[in-house]
């Protein structure tokens, strides 16, 4: 184990096997848990992510939100012109129905018009 400026006090239970302290856990590249001690916050070591505080200002939070967004379908301006058009085309389908109750009543389509169109 490597101390900076000689400093071995407590060397023997600093960090090793014997450390009663929280370790990082994150899976490393060999695919083992990292053993570095964890930043109290998050768990974490600094390596992953640790000391990490994330952007602070209103552009750093909307570029990273735009960094996230992979299509943006589920954002809910989205999901309220999805609504929107959904309620148009209900509106289209029951008039579009209507209008063919008024054509079957006059006489105007046949019981079976739809099989000449398939």
């Given amino acids: 184990m490597q101390f900076t400026k000689g400093n071995t ?18 899976r490393t590249k060999g695919g083992d848990p990292c053993q570095r001690p964890a930043v109290a916050r998050t768990g974490r070591c600094p390596n992953h992510g640790g000391k990490g505080t ?8 909307a570029r990273i939100v735009a960094a996230k967004t992979k ?10 012109e999805a ?12 008039e ?4 063919e109750r008024w054509a079957l009543d006059l006489g105007l389509l046949g019981k079976d018009w739809r099989k000449r169109f398939l």
């Fill in 9 to 26: 006090i407590g060397a023997v239970t600093r960090f090793g096997p014997d450390w009663q302290g929280k370790r990082c856990g994150a």
């Fill in 54 to 61: 994330g952007p602070r200002t209103k552009e750093g939070i």
């Fill in 71 to 80: 299509h943006g379908h589920l954002t809910k301006e989205k999901r309220l």
């Fill in 83 to 94: 609504k929107a058009r959904a309620k148009v085309g209900r509106q289209i389908r029951g």
């Fill in 96 to 99: 579009l129905k209507d209008i």
